[in-house]
RNA sequence: GGCCCCAUCGUCUAGUCAGGUCUAGGACAUCAGGUUUUCAUCCUGAGAACAGGGGUUCGAAUCCCCUUGGGGUCACCA
């Protein structure tokens, strides 16, 4: 029955991702767009970026856009789709509405489907009914046995009518996922699913199986929600005697209830991490390890070294909770990994950069804070010293707990003097120069730093003192100190 | 409810297909130390799991069955 299943694995894979443009795109997308990808990478094939836009009362006019530069954003390019061209244009479903029509008269002709014209008031009744009688809920195959001539004629009239795929009622479809093995569905429990709808847009069923052939698709990697509907493809294809791409369906990804990921329960739109700093590296890093380990342990990885390694067969079953507690973890590592005038580039090309900030500034304050940042977005605020003048301290910063306002006066009053009078304001200048004062005033190391860094940074969790000295330069450093010393004499 | 899928630390997972090397490994998070002028980074350590019950076997986290739990799906949405 399957023995097309196999052959498919030989070829050169050619995979695709169907998003709907129905919204924001979603986090879902990229997680399987990840591992479409890079399987077709690896086997040196295509991946597929196709538009699923046959239901138009949700579609968004927006929502393409941005799914492409989500996409593109997070570097999961395509290498056919809609505006990038490919041998199979289009690439948007609903302007391939005549290639369903031929497919479905075919599936007519050969008596696998039918078109159908209950009214959705019947439809809803018989449900009603079955629900009552606790019956299976699916169509009742009323106008399955319509005559051809009649149906043919009533069509002509202008009679409204879907076209339903003709499931047998007796047998089983079965089908092989590359994950879960062998799946087995009575064809009783399959419902004569609607195949073109009474606005003529095909339905996805339809759509996509119709599409995944013209296409040369070899594998189907596709969200779990698509394992029960699975068999109605197969019979599609066994239908249109097309041979079976391999289907592998990747697990849902869950809220902390477990069920199924939903913006009401978590951030979800692709835009969402991208305002909010993370690095599409960390994210494509955070999504693959939802799913997949690597055999060495080595969890931070770049998308290369994913590529070498992912196996998609090696993708597991479970239901992995989103929890963003190791994305900001695996966020924090990939700055780190960044070269300097990188993490530059992205900060000001995000937005993320204070917009009076030169390149040059920005390049600089950069080494004193990329290990104390996990999103992009918390640069303003820990730099914010740097480039503007802060606030200033509150009285009680500026005097340690067991310290006094006696001591920190003094011990400001030695610094900015010691400060001041440096040839040159370097960390190799400014550390003999802050140990001497301490000897001389024998104060204990947090009584004399403390109160010089809220001084200068108004802030306690700021970079190493002696870093944001050397930057900030002696005038401005003297002139916030001389500023404390007033709050503190006041 | 029917059908289908799934089930290892709080979370992500390795181990399951080819049963012994598993007193179950790693990571995040948590906690405790260390480094340190703050925060952070970094280093060390600790606690923390095979859903339950039956089989099969000399031996089961791994194979089989049942139970339980969770999820998905049952649209003229994808």
Redesign the pocket.
């Given at each position: 029955m399957n023995t097309h299943q196999s052959e498919a694995q030989c070829r050169t894979p050619r995979v695709r991702i169907?998003p709907?443009p129905?919204g924001d795109p979603h986090v879902g997308t990229a997680y399987v767009a990840l591992f479409n990808r890079t399987h077709a990478r690896q086997g040196e094939g295509e991946f597929i970026l196709r538009i699923?836009d046959?239901?138009r009362?949700?579609y968004q006019e927006s929502s393409e856009g941005q799914i492409f530069s989500a996409l593109n954003w997070l570097g999961l390019d395509w290498d056919e789709g809609p505006e990038g061209g490919g041998p199979h244009q289009p690439y948007r479903q609903s302007e391939r509405l005549d290639h369903y029509r031929e497919c479905v008269s075919q599936l007519i002709d050969s008596g696998n489907a039918y078109p159908c014209f209950?009214?959705?008031e019947r439809?809803s009744e018989l449900?009603e009914k079955q629900k009552a009688a606790?019956e299976?809920?699916?169509y009742d195959g009323a106008c399955r046995n319509i005559d051809k001539a009649e149906a043919q004629s009533r069509i002509e009239a202008g009679e409204?009518h879907?076209i339903r795929l003709k499931v047998p009622d007796s047998g089983e479809t079965t089908f092989t996922d590359a994950l879960?093995?062998e799946?087995?569905?009575?064809n009783s429990?399959i419902?004569d699913q609607?195949l073109i709808?009474?606005?003529g847009?095909p339905?996805?069923h339809l759509a996509n199986v119709a599409d995944d052939i013209a296409f040369g698709i070899t594998d189907v990697i596709r969200a779990?929600?698509?394992?029960?509907?699975t068999p109605k493809h197969v019979l599609i294809y066994e239908a249109l005697n097309q041979p079976l791409p391999r289907f592998l369906h990747v697990?849902?990804l869950?809220n902390a209830?477990?069920?199924?990921i939903s913006k009401r329960k978590n951030p979800v739109s692709l835009d969402w991490f991208r305002q909010e700093g993370f690095l599409p590296e960390a994210l494509l890093n955070f999504l693959a390890?939802?799913?997949?380990?690597p055999?060495d342990?080595e969890?931070v990885f770049d998308m290369d070294t994913f590529q070498e390694k992912f196996r998609v067969e090696?993708l597991?079953?479970?239901?992995?909770?989103f929890?963003l507690?190791?994305l900001?973890?695996l966020n924090?590592?990939h700055i780190?990994r960044l070269e300097i005038e990188d993490l530059t580039e992205r900060l000001i090309s995000e937005g993320f950069a204070p917009p009076e900030a030169s390149r040059e500034q920005i390049t600089t304050i950069l080494p004193l804070v990329t290990?104390?940042l996990t999103r992009l977005n918390e640069f303003s605020d820990k730099t914010e010293w740097f480039f503007a003048e802060p606030n200033p301290p509150a009285i009680e910063d500026l005097i340690p707990k067991k310290s006094d306002k006696t001591t920190s006066l003094q011990a400001l009053t030695a610094a900015k003097d010691a400060l001041s009078s440096l040839d040159d304001f370097t960390p190799e200048k400014i550390i003999p120069a802050l140990d001497e004062v301490l000897e001389t005033g024998s104060w204990k190391?947090?009584f004399l730093?403390?109160p010089l860094?809220f001084a200068v940074t108004s802030r306690?969790?700021?970079?190493?003192?002696?870093d944001v000295l050397a930057i900030l330069g002696r005038e401005t450093v003297c002139a916030r100190i001389r500023k404390s010393i007033e709050l503190l004499d006041s």
């Amino acid at each position: 029955m399957n023995t097309h299943q196999s052959e498919a694995q030989c070829r050169t894979p050619r995979v695709r991702i169907a998003p709907s443009p129905t919204g924001d795109p979603h986090v879902g997308t990229a997680y399987v767009a990840l591992f479409n990808r890079t399987h077709a990478r690896q086997g040196e094939g295509e991946f597929i970026l196709r538009i699923d836009d046959t239901d138009r009362s949700r579609y968004q006019e927006s929502s393409e856009g941005q799914i492409f530069s989500a996409l593109n954003w997070l570097g999961l390019d395509w290498d056919e789709g809609p505006e990038g061209g490919g041998p199979h244009q289009p690439y948007r479903q609903s302007e391939r509405l005549d290639h369903y029509r031929e497919c479905v008269s075919q599936l007519i002709d050969s008596g696998n489907a039918y078109p159908c014209f209950c009214t959705e008031e019947r439809i809803s009744e018989l449900r009603e009914k079955q629900k009552a009688a606790k019956e299976r809920l699916g169509y009742d195959g009323a106008c399955r046995n319509i005559d051809k001539a009649e149906a043919q004629s009533r069509i002509e009239a202008g009679e409204t009518h879907v076209i339903r795929l003709k499931v047998p009622d007796s047998g089983e479809t079965t089908f092989t996922d590359a994950l879960r093995g062998e799946v087995k569905v009575a064809n009783s429990e399959i419902d004569d699913q609607i195949l073109i709808k009474s606005d003529g847009f095909p339905t996805y069923h339809l759509a996509n199986v119709a599409d995944d052939i013209a296409f040369g698709i070899t594998d189907v990697i596709r969200a779990e929600e698509w394992l029960i509907s699975t068999p109605k493809h197969v019979l599609i294809y066994e239908a249109l005697n097309q041979p079976l791409p391999r289907f592998l369906h990747v697990s849902l990804l869950r809220n902390a209830d477990k069920s199924k990921i939903s913006k009401r329960k978590n951030p979800v739109s692709l835009d969402w991490f991208r305002q909010e700093g993370f690095l599409p590296e960390a994210l494509l890093n955070f999504l693959a390890l939802m799913g997949w380990a690597p055999d060495d342990d080595e969890e931070v990885f770049d998308m290369d070294t994913f590529q070498e390694k992912f196996r998609v067969e090696k993708l597991s079953t479970g239901a992995p909770i989103f929890d963003l507690t190791k994305l900001d973890w695996l966020n924090g590592m990939h700055i780190r990994r960044l070269e300097i005038e990188d993490l530059t580039e992205r900060l000001i090309s995000e937005g993320f950069a204070p917009p009076e900030a030169s390149r040059e500034q920005i390049t600089t304050i950069l080494p004193l804070v990329t290990e104390r940042l996990t999103r992009l977005n918390e640069f303003s605020d820990k730099t914010e010293w740097f480039f503007a003048e802060p606030n200033p301290p509150a009285i009680e910063d500026l005097i340690p707990k067991k310290s006094d306002k006696t001591t920190s006066l003094q011990a400001l009053t030695a610094a900015k003097d010691a400060l001041s009078s440096l040839d040159d304001f370097t960390p190799e200048k400014i550390i003999p120069a802050l140990d001497e004062v301490l000897e001389t005033g024998s104060w204990k190391k947090p009584f004399l730093f403390m109160p010089l860094r809220f001084a200068v940074t108004s802030r306690r969790d700021s970079p190493d003192l002696v870093d944001v000295l050397a930057i900030l330069g002696r005038e401005t450093v003297c002139a916030r100190i001389r500023k404390s010393i007033e709050l503190l004499d006041s």
